[in-house]
């Protein structure tokens, strides 16, 4: 699977931001999705994820409330949609692929997946 994440940009804070990944993906492949973020001087962080049924997802604390991760698995792509962005979520945003056959699976942690995009950087102004 290669993921081409894109929607990354400046923003003032309170603002939104919706990021998107595309998948390329081999047919009949099935795969949960996620969003990290890595701030400068920091490890990779969980942001969200999604199982592949997209009737699963989950949050970091830090989000919680003000993002939505979701998919379109006609279209290969996940979106993260952010709202009220403060500027500690500035960082470079990552999202990420995991092969798996349970399709209502999701996965929280860096070393679960298996692909990776080469990230978009998110800036919040104060």
């Known amino acids: 699977v290669q993921l081409q994440a894109s929607g990354g940009g400046l923003v003032q804070a309170g603002g939104s931001l919706r990021l998107s990944c595309a998948a390329s993906r081999r047919t009949s492949s099935t795969y949960a999705m996620g969003w990290f973020r890595q701030a400068p001087g920091k490890e990779r962080e969980f942001v969200a994820a999604?199982?592949?049924?997209?009737?699963?997802?989950d949050y970091a604390d830090s989000v919680k409330g003000r993002s939505t991760i979701s998919r379109d698995n006609v279209k290969n792509t996940v979106y993260l949609q952010m709202n009220s962005l403060k500027p500690e979520d500035t960082a470079v945003y990552y999202c990420a692929a995991r092969d798996t056959y349970v399709s209502t699976n999701y996965y929280l942690r860096v070393g679960e997946y298996n692909y990776w995009g080469q990230g978009t950087l998110v800036t919040v102004s104060s």
């Open positions: 999604i199982s592949w049924s997209g009737t699963r997802t």
